[in-house]
């Protein structure tokens, strides 16, 4: 059984750093594709950043691009994403979510469209909240 655990987030005034840690456990292999989506209120989910882990491919939201860094490490199979100069903006509920071959083929070819429904599984959700 798949299970993803995430941690950080918090409250940061804006201009500041956060980290989200997202631990996965149950995966066989480093085949899939994992990360972060975020949905703010009265907003639908959105993919924010993911990784493939075995090749390093990497997505980003129009929106972070410059600002956050995802990186994995394979070993304890655990994906990071480093928030730098967040903005009001930020501000939302940060879901890990991770999934098989057709999540890293949204990841590989950019497609955020589909990357919603190519997740299999979710984690718990961590609040991030930038004040003005």
């Known amino acids: 059984e798949v299970q993803l655990q995430a941690s950080g987030g918090g409250l940061v005034q804006a201009g500041g750093s956060l980290r989200l840690s997202c631990a996965a456990s149950?995966?066989?292999?480093?085949?899939?594709?994992i990360g972060w989506f975020r949905q703010a209120p009265g907003k639908e989910r959105e993919p924010v950043s993911l990784?493939?882990?075995?090749?390093?491919?990497?997505y980003y939201h129009d929106s972070v691009k410059g600002r956050f860094t995802i990186s994995s490490d394979n070993a304890k199979k655990t994906v990071y994403l480093q928030m730098n100069s967040l903005k009001p903006e930020d501000t939302a509920v940060y879901y890990c979510?991770?999934?098989?071959?057709?999540?890293?083929?949204?990841?590989?070819?950019?497609?955020?469209?589909?990357?919603?429904?190519?997740?299999?599984?979710w984690g718990q959700g961590t609040l991030v909240t930038v004040s003005s």
């Open positions: 149950g995966f066989a292999s480093d085949d899939y594709g």
């Open positions: 979510a991770a999934g098989g071959y057709r999540l890293i083929h949204a990841i590989v070819t950019k497609s955020p469209r589909s990357m919603h429904v190519d997740v299999d599984y």
């Open positions: 990784i493939s882990p075995s090749d390093g491919s990497k």
